[in-house]
């Protein structure tokens, strides 16, 4: 009898897609859209459990402050690149205010970017310690009541 395997999803994937990090199936927010409405319930509005695997997303209480960290890194990760490509494209000069133009434009974008950086970073926290299980199906996960 030949057993029938699921395509695994890609890590990628389901990272910017905001897949639950055990099935890589489930969503881990209520909204898909996160600039749909502007305000942090709406923005971090989470399942409790995975609807297709049953994976807990907050493991424990405060959880979600290191989140802080990871959405630092991304933003200071995203202003060196935006650094780097303003400097190979329109320069870096002392003489003039580019560097400002680019502060404002950074500064401008991160703002704009920062609902789905928060998503994100709450995305890429849970894959530091929630795995990949392509055998979730077969193996008994935690209980919950």
Not at 83 to 104: E, K, M, Q
Not at 107 to 125: D, N
């Amino acid at each position: 009898m030949t057993e029938e395997r699921k395509p695994k999803p890609n890590y990628f994937w389901s990272l910017f897609n905001a897949r639950c990090p055990r099935c890589r199936r489930g969503d881990l927010f209520k909204n898909k859209n996160p600039y749909k409405k502007l305000g942090l319930t709406y923005i971090l509005d989470m399942h409790d459990h995975c609807p297709v695997c049953h994976q807990k997303f907050e493991l424990e209480p405060g959880f979600w402050y290191g989140t802080g960290y990871v959405s630092y890194a991304l933003a200071v990760a995203f202003s060196v690149f935006t650094f780097l490509v303003w400097w190979l494209i329109i320069g870096i000069s002392v003489d003039d205010n580019r560097v400002l133009y680019w502060l404002i434009f950074n500064g401008v974008s991160l703002a704009i970017l920062q609902p789905w950086l928060m998503r994100l970073s709450r995305v890429i926290y849970l894959n530091f310690f929630v795995k990949y299980n392509e055998n979730y199906e077969k193996e008994e996960g935690i209980k919950f009541t």
